[in-house]
């Protein structure tokens, strides 16, 4: 299984010794470095620079967001990359959830799905550079009416690779299936290898909609935390602040894509108990709440031969390759796991 790192996005400012840590994962010989973005910083700045110091590493979006930025956009942000950087781009997109595209970009949250359908038709159109892109739709049109001048464009740079790889982020069983019927891969966010199941059924779903079924070359990635430490409880201890976040404050009430994930695994009380306990300002408690054994489902921890041996269950699974979430302090203890 190929192991990568998903470096997120950076909180109050990027690290110090950032540009080493980039080197340093190009040179141990990982597999792929992904990006992310929420409300600050955003995803193709670290990904260029990124590209600017390494070789041989894959740069992926994980994901781009589609309030973000218009479809033509971000198929002009991505062909640049993939020209710049030798043809090492994934662009990953998800559609983001309510609070930030309608509170931080101030875009409509309806019918995410069909957004994203139209969104990726777009993108891959721009992309190929086949024709003008044109298109009409309930979410995009383009041209647009406005002005009435406007006409249709095909891009003025050619791209530097035929079919640049679009995945999609996805949690929920829909959106995992329609990133099956459109996309080159799926980004898997909590995936959970005793539900390796319910994830192949999405996905199946969503390949008999394709014509054609399942495309050669598409991949799952999954974004797992990892920490290595002899203590098992102490690496769990690092891990459940940030499910905390996930599970409980992530999202309004009611509208928490992540806390529902948690819920389809059975964890349906611990998540209400979590929610309750982040949303009243008990954070600390909130992660307390959280039993080790829903941490042991969705990350590793512990020593490195328990992570390793632990390693065999993703890989009976349909995940493709783990990307370590967050950028790793000490480059060379996590390489040990490759």
Known sequence: MRIGVNAGHFIGAPPADFAARVRALDDAGFASLWFAEAYGSDVFTPMAFSAALTSRIRLGAAVAQLPARTPTATAMAAMT??????????????????????????????????????YVSIVR??????????FAGEHFTLPSAGSELGKPLRSSLHPYRPHLPVYLGAEGPKNVALAAEIADGWQAMFFAPAFDWFYRSALEEGFARRPGGRPEGFEVMATVPVVLDDDVERAADRIRPELA????????????????????????????????????????????????????QVALVGPVGKVRSELDRWEATVVDEIAIQGLPDDVESVARLL
């Not at 609070?99 to 409509?108: A, D, I, K, L, T």
């Not at 349906?268 to 941490?295: F, N, S, W």
């Open 245 to 296: 976040l996930y599970i409980g404050g992530m999202g309004a009430r009611g509208a928490n894509f992540h806390h529902d994930v948690f819920v389809r695994m059975g964890y349906d009380a611990v998540a209400a108990r979590v929610q309750e306990l982040y949303l009243t300002g008990r954070k600390p408690e909130a992660a307390a709440a959280i039993p080790t054994e829903l941490v042991e």
């Open 125 to 134: 159109s721009a992309l190929a550079r086949d024709e003008p892109v044109q």
């Open 81 to 118: 990359l993939d020209h710049l950087s030798g043809g090492r781009v994934v662009l990953g997109l998800g559609a983001s959830g309510p609070q930030v595209s309608e509170g931080w970009h101030g875009v409509s949250y309806t019918r995410p799905l069909a957004r994203t359908r139209e």
